[in-house]
């Protein structure tokens, strides 16, 4: 018995368990904002037992390359918590996505390269799928990186017959995958394999528009768990098995509940094209935009009974979060009643404005939900639009002609009085116009959201 206890073998099962145990409670953890911060540090003392008990693995005689692994890994993690702004944090989860999705596709290859002549039929099958998904998920997530940063035209980039040949690249992948699964001496199928799996994941993000990448997001972050998933049938790890298959249906159930957040389809959302300038959809949208000066706006928000901020991806980029809760802490100084009015699809990931405005302080029971907060806006004095766009635009609601018509929406229009912060009259994200700019109870607030928001707060204290 004490031999058994000091075995490596249950030394590494015994972690496995517990970092499990972690995975599992973490994940439920950041169902709510309240114990989301608890839900990470679950999260990461789970990989840390994770990777700790991978250490006894019998296996292992040579610690050095691993040792050099995780000195290099955590520098470089080091290094994107210190210094990748909040507001990168889109693009940042996207390289990640991509640095799993490489890491499983590598293994499969070196595992495909060292015993695929020894290996049964489930195990080669699996193998597959983890390249397979490997391999298209970290071409995927760069061009969603490229996107999301700037580097890339955010815009479908579309051609004729772009669905055929995504189809025949597709197809060709899986041919190849077939064959080699049923030829494990056919090393160029396997290899064509891989290769068109970088292509196709390419190929399957560059027609989405930068508006969707929310829902592409979580789409890629499921199609990198079910790859560490099938990894660890390939090795034969338990760990890989809990943990891919945790993050690939929890990434999974996530793009479902986004799609329904904009009212629409998985299909529609890979093969819609949504970004692209509809000419039929803007039709409706005109007139002039009524501008307010920074004097009036600081009346107006002084002297009201309740305020409703409304942030979006222009607030992460302004990187006005700050500035966002001083003003909101001197409006209720006043008496104002404040209250967040939070889309679930606003900024590029999900949670994304959840994540700035806690990072500010803002305590989570100022934070509403859609649902939750569309009641309140019509007895809302003002509702402050910070960067928000898309998820404001009242077609969705009144255009059945719009391609976001039927996209649930925070009704600020239906506020006594909204102003709109904003850098200048340009479309959003998705290049729809926006008819609540034109509304006769919209003001346009011009300028960099951060230095007018400072400039309020200063302005209100004046009145």
């Not at 890629?220 to 660890?232: C, D, E, K, W």
């Not at 299909?267 to 803007?282: C, E, I, P, S």
């Amino acid at each position: 018995m004490e031999a058994a206890l000091q075995s490596p073998n249950y030394i590494l099962e015994f972690t496995y368990i517990v970092a499990s145990i972690l995975f599992i409670w973490g994940l439920k953890s950041l169902s709510h904002p309240d114990t989301a911060r608890k839900g990470m540090f679950l999260a990461e003392a789970g990989m840390a037992a994770a990777v700790i008990g991978t250490l006894f693995h019998r296996d292992i005689h040579f610690f050095g390359w691993i040792i050099a692994g995780l000195i290099l890994g955590s520098m470089v993690g080091a290094a994107f918590a210190v210094w990748v702004p909040m507001t990168a944090m889109p693009q940042r989860t996207a390289l990640s996505h991509a640095f799993g999705a490489i890491a499983a596709a590598l293994v499969g290859i070196a595992e495909f390269v060292m015993h695929s002549g020894t290996m049964s039929t489930f195990t080669r099958s699996a193998l597959g799928l983890e390249v397979m998904l490997g391999t298209l998920t970290t071409t995927g997530s760069l061009i969603a990186c490229g996107k999301l940063q700037g580097v890339i035209r955010g815009t479908p980039m579309q051609f004729k017959g772009q669905q055929f040949v995504n189809m025949l690249i597709f197809l060709s992948m899986v041919g190849c995958f077939a064959y080699s699964l049923h030829n494990p001496a056919a090393t160029p199928f396997f290899y064509g394999m891989v290769t068109l799996g970088f292509v196709f994941g390419v190929m399957l993000v560059i027609p989405i528009g930068s508006a969707d990448m929310p829902v592409v997001m979580s789409l890629l972050n499921s199609y990198a768990g079910l790859s560490s998933a099938a990894t660890g049938f390939v090795l034969g790890n338990n760990i890989l098995i809990i943990a891919g298959t945790l993050d690939g249906f929890s990434g999974f159930i996530l793009s479902i509940l986004m799609c329904k957040a904009m009212n629409r389809s998985i299909t529609n959302v890979l093969f819609g094209g949504f970004g692209a300038v509809h000419a039929k959809a803007a039709a409706g949208a005109g007139g002039e935009m009524h501008e307010i000066s920074l004097e009036d706006a600081a009346v107006r928000l002084a002297y009201a009974s309740k305020v409703v901020f409304v942030p979006g991806y222009g607030l992460a980029t302004a990187q006005a979060q700050h500035a966002v809760r001083e003003l909101a802490d001197i409006l209720e100084e006043r008496g104002v009643t404040v209250k967040y009015g939070i889309h679930p699809v606003a900024g590029r990931m999900p949670g994304h404005m959840n994540v700035l405005l806690a990072e500010a302080n803002v305590p989570y029971g100022d934070l509403y939900e859609m649902e939750q907060i569309n009641p309140e806006f019509p007895t809302t004095d003002v509702a402050l639009v910070v960067g928000a766009n898309d998820v404001v635009n009242p077609d969705a609601r009144d255009n059945s002609d719009s391609p976001i018509a039927g996209m649930p929406i925070l009704e600020v229009d239906r506020a006594k009085s909204v102003i709109v912060l904003k850098r200048g009259q340009g479309r959003g994200f998705s290049g729809l116009e926006n008819p609540l700019f034109f509304k006769s109870v919209t003001s346009m607030l011009y300028g960099d959201a951060k230095a007018s928001l400072s400039r309020l707060a200063q302005e209100v204290k004046n009145v």
